[in-house]
């Protein structure tokens, strides 16, 4: 009961963060004759809209994997959750900073690659916190259930994210375009099997 | 459970999606006297929030009415479900960009309403896709609880919105009002009976 | 099952264009030291923010209600009740209309009030025709658990919102002000006891 | 039942008023070269985001403490709930307000971290008001469950919010700052153990 009140809140904000991306695609207003031009000029905005959907929808799947191992929601785990909440509903900023500043070049354009690496960044850190926490912390998460094996495969993928992550920190500063790939990689990367995250998913109805 | 999760996220981000709708009607700012005429002037931006708030919920009935028949979530229907939802979740933009140059004529004009038939038929296509795969992916779908010529005859209205809304893309280029009258009548289409995507909503509470 | 869904989506819908009434409420632009009297300048943001707060709020109780007695979800109930949604979902547009032009005198303040009033008065027209629906449509409410006396109590009690809410249209030709609380002694009726609205909320948790 | 459409209700607009809080960070409009500097410059819109989204995140942790302790939903507890919600789906607006005048300086500095800290008053004040009602009021609340002593730690800790986020206001006054600061340990103070708000919180999902 308690844990789907938190599992739905959570639901709600995954959901609420990934439909207000919209928001940051401007309807460009533009002289007589220009829209078609203004609409392919914004495709940094498009490409952004889609790696940051797919960037949150995969950690709401990931997020969902992980709760299936909760047995027991305690004090810790509520505040790594709203720690890990924080940076997913902050991710439309970034996603509009880049998507804003990603033909401009110059300092500009790597200040506005930064900012959005290091969102991911950080929201990988409390994603892979967050796993840590239900696989280690006795009574939280349903270890007994898992083969020790399946607990770190488990781990090496949701903590790998983080430095990957951070390379792409690396890498803002030296191409914005080359950064947002990156992140659509890991994206890609952690939508692939592997550590069984998906496995839970293959329950049936009952 | 899985699949509950996996429902009430997507309800979430149609429900989202419909409400954002309001945020792209305007205000308008006016010479005093004015807000009459300025409110009169600004139907197209009437007329898009209806259809849209019609296709998203017919969208959502239709959505509801296909995962009555998942049995069982597996990697592929999460993805295709997602795709899904980052059309619909789009929405709103088109929306606003056909409202907005809806009466300014020329290439403008057919320009949005090129973006907008462009973003249904994604979606259509999505919505097509992922019926298929419920439909034939073995351990899907309850396919055993549907006789095969229901199947069919879900496919054949599932499948035909696809091309149908790929028709208003070409007429997108001739009118934008007439391009928008199609979308509507496709809402109508799939609001009207046939093919049962409604019966499974006929069930009594228990 | 279906009838869950259909609710939760519905309370999605109320959820979400409750809480976009605050982006209505503007962060004013001021001169140095303005911000004092630019704040208290637009009280009527304030109180159109708590007047649609307060409608928005008791619809959705009263839509409560309304559900406790459906026992069936047909077609026609499932398209008066997004019909009503679209209305639902609308209501921030004119809040923002009304606050905006409130205070500017002349045509401009009467056609805002308009809007809101006539807003108001398509939402309680289409309120009445979902009860209406539920009430005397065989096999979708549950009229055996209700006497007779009991559905012609509710009958008025939900139908009469649509003439009332009408005469704040007529009041909207004279003044904004007396419209915006005409709105909000109506929602104030609608949350007093009567006609047995709240009876199914003293529902235990069992 | 009812009570499980009460805190999804209230659920929604706790996760939509938390998620909205992002649309109040601005994407600076700059001269070529000036980003950087102008996303440091804007650090009290980081702090604001990062302070308001605490607050909200514990209310809903409060919140659904004090309904773990509901037994029967009745008019007030709908009413109180409703009212608890109106300002907690205020918060975007003064957290917006304060960013973007805390660097200005002088009396719009304080009249911007009045309004901040008013609300919150308001809000602990509703939450308190909700707490007793809960607490107190026959058949409402499941007080046989809880110890005397339990009844008054908890409200203690409920009802001290009030007065001491009446204190900001004080503070407002003289230091915008320091104001969000207050506010900021108090979401700590709520955070902390004591009170027995999250035992409830321990349940196993069983």
């Given at each position: 009961m308690s844990l789907g009140r938190l599992e739905a809140f959570s639901d709600g904000v995954f959901a609420i963060a990934i439909t207000l991306l919209?928001?940051?695609?401007p309807v460009p207003s533009v002289e007589p004759g220009g829209l078609t031009d203004a609409l392919l000029d914004q495709w940094p905005v498009y490409a952004a809209y889609v790696v940051s959907f797919a960037i949150i929808g995969i950690i709401w799947i990931n997020h969902h994997a992980v709760f299936g191992y909760v047995e027991r929601v305690d004090r810790g785990l509520l505040f790594l959750n709203l720690n890990l909440l924080l940076w997913v509903a902050l991710i439309p900023w970034p996603t509009s900073l880049l998507a804003e500043y990603m033909?401009?070049?110059?300092s500009d354009e790597r200040a506005a690659a930064l900012v959005y690496a290091l969102t991911m960044t950080l929201m990988g850190v409390s994603f892979g916190g967050l796993w840590l926490y239900v696989a280690h912390r006795p009574g939280v998460?349903?270890?007994?259930?898992?083969q020790p094996l399946e607990v770190r495969s488990r781990t090496r993928r949701f903590v790998i994210g983080a430095p990957l992550y951070a390379l792409s920190v690396g890498l803002a500063l030296v191409s914005a375009p080359a950064c947002l790939a990156v992140n659509a990689l890991l994206a890609v990367y952690y939508a692939l099997p592997g550590g069984g995250a998906m496995k839970h998913l293959g329950d049936t109805r009952s």
């Open positions: 919209v928001l940051e695609i033909q401009s070049g110059g998460g349903a270890v007994a259930r898992l």
